[in-house]
């Protein structure tokens, strides 16, 4: 569905180093600022069990999983939203994301540079906030006088609502806090699609942290701080270490097991990461089926199974007719496609179903 998530931070937090493990795409990682000037956009596979179980029983000529895009953005300084250390660039390759993985500093180091001298995580993300806040802040205070006569005076009812929107947009900015706090009804959100706020894309910290500390960072104050400040935030966490992350993209898959095994932790860091992105941008997996191909597609959760088609094909939507449909855990059960409808467990399902995660769909379709 072309979805990505962007990993940004300030700088020298360990952002390319986690981006290069993430897609091994080799991307610039230095001890200095902005080393990152453009950003590199990687592409991965969503990790899931299902599809490799899916294809042992299939026997396919191919297997295709599902992806998910990370693009790496150069590093925020203080005063980004005023254009301090190329920070309007910067500023611009966020609003195209649909997601935001904070890398947040989270070790001790005296070899690795801090931009600010000193490590903490607070107030580091409260720098990049702010500069979100700033920049979404300077997109109201330009439209609102475009439109405020008319609201005013209520001769464009249009107006009069986008206007009720902005203000209390604008209130919670001055407030500093994020759009996402907003609990917004379908036609607001509708209504400030286009603006593309910053601080209304969901927001994923990443707190990294030394490779001492990944099998246990129960002890870590500054993950400690981070997950209170993202409770607050409505926000989530996910910790890792990107420089261990890093040594296992070099690895094979027995290799990378064994090497977990002995760091005593059972799934890697960016797995999770991954997973976490995934699932917080609403996003769910269908699956097809057969001998020629298995394959795993993504769709946003509530979609409805014409819908699903389209994501393969816009004629199989134009002409959809039904969906054939089985459960993952019947189709396992039962040994595939034939034995699921033997026993009665594949669906014949219209235009109004709503797809699950893990549907095993066959779409009829007629253009």
């Not at 992806?67 to 390759?93: M, R, Y």
């Not at 540079?113 to 979100?132: A, K």
Request: hydrophobic content about 40%; aromatic content about 8%; overall charge negative.
């Amino acid at each position: 569905m072309g979805l990505t998530a962007g990993i940004v931070g300030l700088p020298n937090v360990g952002k390319s180093t986690l981006f290069n493990a993430i897609t091994k795409a080799g991307a610039l990682a230095a001890n200095y600022p902005f080393a990152t000037i453009d950003p590199n956009v990687g592409v991965v596979e969503v990790p899931d069990d299902r599809i490799d179980k899916l294809t042992e029983i299939a026997k396919p000529k191919k297997t295709i999983p599902t992806i998910f895009e990370f693009t790496d953005i150069a590093g925020i300084v203080k005063g980004a939203s005023k254009g301090e250390g190329l920070g309007n660039k910067f500023l611009s390759h966020i609003r195209e994301v649909d997601a935001i993985v904070h890398v947040v500093r989270a070790f001790d180091d005296d070899n690795v540079t801090h931009v600010d001298g000193t490590v903490d995580p607070v107030r580091d993300i409260e720098i990049l906030n702010l500069e979100l806040i700033f920049a979404d802040l300077e997109v109201v205070d330009k439209r609102i006088p475009k439109i405020l006569k008319k609201a005013q005076l209520k001769v464009d009812q249009d107006s009069v609502y986008e206007y009720k929107i902005l203000s209390n947009i604008r209130e919670t900015l001055m407030n500093n806090q994020p759009i996402r706090t907003i609990k917004f009804v379908e036609s607001e959100l509708a209504f400030i699609k286009n603006f593309n706020f910053l601080t209304q894309k969901t927001m994923l910290y990443v707190a990294n942290i030394s490779e001492d500390e990944i099998s246990d960072f129960s002890n870590n104050e500054y993950v400690k701080k981070i997950k209170e400040f993202a409770t607050k935030d409505n926000s989530e966490v996910v910790v890792i270490s990107a420089k261990i992350e890093a040594e296992l993209g070099e690895l094979d898959d027995d290799e990378k097991e064994m090497f977990l095994e002995d760091l005593g932790i059972v799934e890697s860091g960016l797995n999770k990461l991954i997973k976490r992105s995934y699932k917080l941008l609403g996003l769910e997996t269908y699956f097809t089926a057969g001998p020629d191909e298995v394959r795993a597609w993504t769709f946003r959760k509530g979609m409805k199974a014409p819908q699903c088609a389209g994501i393969i094909h816009s004629d199989f939507e134009r002409g959809f007719i039904r969906a054939e449909t089985i459960p993952y855990e019947e189709y396992v059960k039962y040994g595939g496609e034939l034995g699921a409808r033997e026993a009665g467990k594949s669906r014949s399902e219209g235009k109004e179903y709503i797809v699950k995660d893990g549907d095993v769909l066959l779409f009829r379709f007629n253009v």
